[in-house]
């Protein structure tokens, strides 16, 4: 491995993360790709001979990996007063995922990995490169097989494909059944997983499984969670009553996810018309009317709106809390 590249290593795991990033920018395509297969080679060897000297022990290998990745982010930048979409993860991006996968098989490291995996997913999923998104989550799996939060990020992945897919209905279809299945296996592994019990209930709802969807939200209620996750819990079991036709239980749930929240237009607007559909005008104007009043506030956004990617607006997060962790 080129002593150039080492040192850019550690310069970005002293906390000089702007020159080495600058830096990485003016190396070769085929110079990196050498240095990455390196790294991979002495991997091999460590795991091919345990008793013997590991030569990657001393590199700071999880600044490679935030190396890559940063130099991938700055290639990528996010527009700025523009419509146009961000580029998707590139060859930076690729060559910090080949490192992942070595810490992904040595002890102390894996669960770095792990995370960079998932923030990943997140992230692709949040600029909308949905098939890359996937493809880091089952990456991820992989690795780590049964994880609970990258099930999760794939199934949340596979619902946004779905939901907001202009394919055939037979592929959507296809798609939320594959939702359905990820979500299904994130609760397995972790029961606690609100979010996963929600997207399923809406995925079931999708497929027009209704008694299955009403179960899953009804438990996922039961168990609590964040003010958020609950008032779209409410939000959709009210749309699950509303139609197999029953407006009473509608009507409540709609109720109970506009107390959670009373600047929602979402819960609002859904309570609003099934009142008004139900022949209670005045009740259905008494709603609108009371949501109105913190029209133009700087209130908290409904979560309606960011529903289909709201599992990966924390991936910045993540990834500062993956930054500082390279350091010495």
Known sequence: M???????????????????????????????????????????????????EDLLDALPLKAAVMLHLDRDEAERPLGTGTEQPRGCPAEQARRAGQIASILAQRHGTRDFARRFFLAMAQRCQWDFCLQAALQWGRDGLARFPGDASLLLAVGAGLEEQATLGAGRKAQRRSCF???????SEAIAADPTLTE?????????????????AQLTLEKAVQRGGAPSLLYLAHLFLGQVHKRAGRAEPAIA????????GPQRQAAAVALSQLLLSNGDVAGARRVLEQ??????????????????????????????????????
């Open 253 to 260: 749930e709609f109720t109970r996810a506009l107390e959670l």
């Open 196 to 212: 996963a019990s929600v997207r399923l209930g809406r995925v079931q709802w999708r497929l027009a499984e209704d008694e299955a």
């Open 291 to 328: 949501t109105l009043v913190h029209a133009g506030r700087r209130t908290e956004r409904d979560p309606y709106w960011d529903y289909v990617a709201s599992n990966a607006a924390q991936a910045e997060e993540l990834f500062e809390e993956l930054r500082e962790e390279t350091g010495p």
């Open 177 to 183: 059944l594959e939702a359905r299945r990820f979500l």
């Open 2 to 52: 080129s002593p150039d590249y080492e040192a850019l290593l550690r310069r970005y795991a002293r906390g000089d993360r702007t020159v080495a990033v600058q830096a990485l920018g003016a190396w070769r395509t085929s110079d990196l790709d050498l240095q990455i297969h390196a790294l991979q080679r002495r991997a091999k060897a460590a795991a091919r001979c345990p008793s013997c």
